[in-house]
């Protein structure tokens, strides 16, 4: 059998394999949808926690972008019931990587037959494996280090057939609880999700971050190689540097450096381009010896209207100032819809909470270390109270600012950071111009070859 016939074989076995799972996962969200059937219907109790464990379980096993999926998930309050969010939390992306043949013949495809005389060297072991695809350090042969993120095979047809998978979950939770519509949250991680397997235009994401934060000596974005870059691989510089929590038991003040660069790494390119990196995983922020920031993986990248912007900005002063009709407006901004006193009550318990560190004008950390997901408990009581007076449909745009305020507040809260937000946060905004941000955005976007998502 010659090493293609392998290759091929292993590649039908994966797919036999990934039927399998999926079937796991159906079953198990079968059996979910009967007991929540009973539960709302005959009043037959379900141990939600432990039917939680094994739908974890097998989402693990799949390693696949339902996995990408479920972590997303897990990180976005109140679009899961608190026990299955939990659980989720706990998935990992260390999806096994590709053995060296099956990274021969893709690469092969990529470059070309060959594409092994294009460096100087080639590591045959992954430096890192994750959901999509996996990194490969070489050397040029200019004797530059890079990195090769290299797609996983067939993913086009994988993100389709896990978007089915994600469909049928919140279908199921919907009909039991009514608290979230999750057709604009759908809608939204689709999109997302598909230009993740674009590296294009992840590369144009790449060059338009080095633009934006191009002022920031603690913040470096690696250079992308075009000559070695495709559709489905990346090449860029390699950046060395430590992870980011491994600097939990550093001094205090080198823990509070770190926040505000990230910080500045984050916020700059959304107050004065209207952007975000919609990824804060740990693992895409590196550390340097002068404890400046690598930025890492710019597949999910939001592009927001200025108006959204101007949203932000405008609760945080409704909520300086109790201003109910601000906040109103903020919201409506955002995109939400059918507003009435009673929603922006709620509405208003879950931006105080995010807000917070940035209303008080004094050194504090974001909130309190505890054994749950940052936001849950106050995510849980706003799920609560959105039960009550009849659901939220929520808007496509909100989704991913969410979750990355979320992401990035957990990052804040594990390092213990001890900064006056307030302040950094205010000299942020201060020269901010709804007309600036509109000129400047559409500039920088035309530059880069990049536009508004369709929703906005």
């Known amino acids: 059998m010659s090493k293609n016939d392998g290759a091929d074989e292993t590649r039908k076995s994966s797919a036999s394999g990934r039927l399998t799972r999926y079937a796991k996962v159906s079953t ?17 109790g379900i141990k939600r926690d432990k039917h939680a464990i094994q739908l974890t379980q097998a989402l693990g096993n799949l390693k696949g ?26 998935l ?36 890192a494996a994750a959901s999509l695809g ?30 089915k998978q994600l469909k049928l979950i919140f279908r199921i939770f919907q009909k039991y609880d009514n608290a979230i519509s999750p057709e604009e949250i759908y809608k939204e991680i689709s999109e997302r999700l598909y230009e ?20 920031e000596n603690t913040v470096h974005v690696p250079d992308v190689l075009d000559e070695l870059s495709t559709g489905r691989l990346l090449t860029s510089v390699w950046h060395d540097g430590a992870k980011i929590l491994d600097f939990k038991i550093a001094p205090q003040e080198t823990r509070d450096a770190l926040a505000m660069n990230l910080f500045r790494a984050w ?44 949203g932000v900005i405008m609760l945080y002063r409704a909520l300086q100032n109790d201003n109910e009709e601000m906040a109103a407006q903020a919201y409506r ?38 054994e749950t997901v940052y936001g849950r408990d106050v995510a849980s009581k706003v799920h609560k109270e959105l039960r009550n007076i009849g659901g939220l ?18 990052i804040f809260l594990h390092l213990q950071a001890q900064v006056n937000w307030f302040r950094i946060f205010n000299d942020l905004i201060a020269d901010f111009s709804l007309e600036t941000l509109a000129e400047t955005q559409k500039d920088v976007l035309g530059r880069f070859g990049l536009e508004l998502p369709d929703a906005a």
């Not at 009967?34 to 009043?43: D, I, M, N």
């Not at 993740?196 to 002022?215: I, K």
């Open 28 to 44: 198990t969200m079968g059996g979910l949808a009967a007991r929540l059937a009973g539960e709302k219907y005959l009043g037959i």
């Open 267 to 310: 916020y700059i390119p959304l107050y004065n381009y209207g952007i975000i990196h919609g990824d804060p995983h740990p693992g895409n922020y590196t550390v340097q010896k002068d404890l400046s920031i690598n930025l890492l993986d710019f597949g999910c990248i939001r592009i927001f209207p200025p108006r959204f912007v101007a």
């Open 65 to 90: 972008p339902l996995l990408k999926v479920a972590q997303l998930l897990s990180t976005i309050p109140q679009a899961l019931p608190q026990e299955y969010a939990q659980e989720l939390q706990k």
């Open 134 to 163: 996996q990194v490969h350090k070489a050397v040029t042969l200019n004797e530059e280090n890079v990195a090769c993120k290299l797609q996983y095979p067939d993913m086009e047809s994988a993100v389709a057939a896990d978007l």
């Open 333 to 370: 901004n955002w995109g939400f819809e059918n507003l009435t006193k009673e929603l922006i009550d709620v509405l208003n318990i879950w931006a105080r909470f995010l807000y917070s560190p940035i209303l008080e004008d004094k050194k504090r950390p974001i909130g309190e270390l505890g």
């Open 92 to 127: 990992q992306a260390d999806a096994p990587p590709m053995g060296w043949p099956f990274v021969r013949r893709r690469m092969a495809a990529e470059l070309g037959r060959d594409w092994q005389n294009k460096f100087k060297s080639f590591e045959k072991d992954a430096a």
């Open 393 to 410: 449909k929520v808007p496509r745009e909100f989704v991913f600012m969410d979750r990355a305020a979320l992401g990035m507040g957990s």
């Open 196 to 215: 993740e397997l674009d590296y294009r235009r992840e590369a144009r994401h790449q060059r338009l971050y080095a633009y934006m934060l191009r002022n």
